[in-house]
């Protein structure tokens, strides 16, 4: 039992540093930290929605009951503090209760989409941009499969929200508006953010060729900015794309016609230097994610995982087989906890969708690790609901300007700046007996963590992963009070910590 002076001494201890570190208490949480999956909230468990919120620096699951429900289409997006705004499953869109938004029918008209009015079966059809420089209006792009025989899509539409509407659940002003009319692959639909740090970019393939049909998003609006043609032709596939969280590079992969990467350029929109690369399996279910370094690329695709190293002179030669499927089946067969879509994490982890509807998650734990020190761990994460391999589809929304190129000329720089940046940096739970989350807005540099104690002894010294917003600390040292610094380049911020007994 502790002895009733040095509780006093802690309590009083833990009140002074308290004042120290309340005026730090702030969660600038960014616009993906909420991921959300599951069946809509009619039946009884195991049957049922599911959250995943990274808010705390680790991968936090809760359930719920709410009327949306989520197949393999799936995207939504929250406000800076990581509240929930909408969301959307293909077949309507969903406010932040999970029930039916103001006018959020009827998306995506077809006989596919009828058929599966609680969620489409598609990879990346559905993704939202927020318009720039307005602070209620966002963009959805979307499209479904319109020819069942062929699969393949008729459209890509655009779809409007207002935030102001319903009391501040939103509503859908415009729908279905059609900005593209052609033959193209069902979904893959991605977009990364302009070299101006303001505007967007926003792709789709055309079906049968090598043509990528690209649109400009400004505060004008979402427009058809041209074609490029590049790289192989492209049947009606399945799969998944991806742009790397800096930009500069693409992939494309579906397991019947294997995998290329491009470089970008975020300026003009362009892709170059295609890279063809024969990945040693066929099968129609894959994915693709980028470490947040931007420099391993993860490919899945079912029944194995591979790593490449895209900074490479031979980019193929560099794959490095991190995983082969190890029979695991959740709950029971036939739901194997095999390999699909992927998708980078806030907490700068990797993870990987079972192609079934199981109660697992794969996850890849360092990414910016070459080889099997990535640390893939298969079934990582155990959920409680069914979860039908539904990771969201978004783009990175933190992403700044290209500095110093021709298109860096709005003045608009990465994040809050340096004198707001410690204002921004929290600690919970504070104090602490042993666990915490540092939390700070995303950088797009490979950070350090130095935590000492008032001594200045060096206790840990941890990497902080680009584009990360939180960043867990396990502290094994006595009672007292720790500074946390944190360094990202030329950029500093620290935070104390008060751990007790």
């Given amino acids: 039992m502790k002895h009733p002076m040095n509780l006093a001494r802690t309590v009083r201890v833990v ?13 600038p949480q960014g616009l993906n930290n909420l991921w959300l999956g599951g069946y809509f909230g009619e039946g009884p468990p195991p049957v049922g929605s599911v959250d995943v919120d990274f808010q705390t620096g680790n991968a936090i699951v809760t359930t719920t009951n709410r009327a949306i429900g989520f197949g393999r289409t799936n995207t939504n997006i929250t406000d800076s503090e990581g509240d929930l705004l909408f969301s959307t499953n293909g077949a309507f869109v969903a406010n932040a209760s999970g029930d039916t938004m103001l006018n959020g029918t009827g998306l995506n008209p077809s006989e596919y ?3 599966y009015p609680g969620g489409l079966h598609l990879a990346q059809p559905v993704l939202i941009i927020p318009k720039p420089e307005s602070g209620d209006i966002y963009y959805l792009l979307h499209g479904t ?3 069942q025989v062929a699969f393949t899509a008729q459209h890509l539409y655009l779809t409007t929200i207002d935030m102001s509407l319903d009391g501040g659940l939103g509503g859908v002003v415009t729908k279905n508006e059609i900005l593209i009319n052609d033959q193209l692959n069902v979904g893959k639909i991605t977009a990364v953010r302009h070299a101006n740090g303001r505007d967007w970019w926003v792709f789709c393939h055309k079906v049968n060729t090598n043509m990528f049909h690209r649109l400009l998003v400004t505060p004008s609006g979402a427009s058809v900015d041209g074609t490029q043609t590049i790289g192989i032709d492209r049947p009606p596939d399945n799969g998944q794309v991806c742009f790397s969280p800096d930009g500069s590079k693409f992939a494309y992969y579906w397991g019947q016609d294997e995998l290329e990467v491009f470089d970008f350029d975020r300026c003009a929109g362009t892709f170059s230097d295609p890279v063809f690369i024969i990945v040693p399996d066929a099968n129609p279910g894959s994915g693709v994610a980028f470490s947040p370094n931007s420099r391993y690329l993860y490919v899945s695709s079912v029944e194995d995982v591979y790593q490449y190293d895209t900074q490479a002179s031979d980019i193929a030669a560099t794959q490095v087989h991190i995983a082969h499927w190890d029979g695991f089946y959740s709950p029971a067969p036939p739901l194997a ?5 992927a998708q980078l994490a806030p907490d700068g982890k990797i993870y990987i969708g079972t192609g079934n509807s199981t109660f697992h998650l794969h996850v890849i734990n360092s990414p910016d690790e070459g080889g099997v020190a990535c640390d893939m761990v298969q079934h990582g994460l155990e959920l409680p609901r069914y979860f039908i391999n539904s990771l969201p589809n978004h783009p990175n929304y933190h992403l700044g300007p290209v500095d110093g190129s021709v298109c860096d000329s709005l003045g608009i720089t990465v994040g809050i700046q340096d004198a707001e940046l410690v204002a921004h940096v929290s600690a919970y739970p504070n104090p602490t007996t042993g666990a915490c989350t ?3 807005p ?3 540099w490979v950070g350090e963590l130095e935590v000492r104690d008032l001594a200045g002894r060096l206790v840990l010294r941890e990497r902080i992963p680009q584009w990360s917003q939180m960043h867990r600390v396990d502290l094994h040292e006595a009672p007292g009070m720790y ?19």
């Fill in 145 to 147: 499969l319109d020819d």
């Fill in 113 to 115: 989409t009828s058929n």
């Fill in 15 to 27: 009140l002074v540093n308290l004042q120290l570190i309340v005026p730090l208490l702030t969660y």
């Fill in 442 to 444: 995303a950088q797009p």
């Fill in 438 to 440: 540092l939390s700070y």
């Fill in 483 to 501: 500074q946390c610094r944190m360094n990202w380049g030329a950029r500093m911020a620290t935070t104390r910590v008060v751990l007790i007994e």
């Fill in 337 to 341: 906890t095999l390999f699909d879509i």
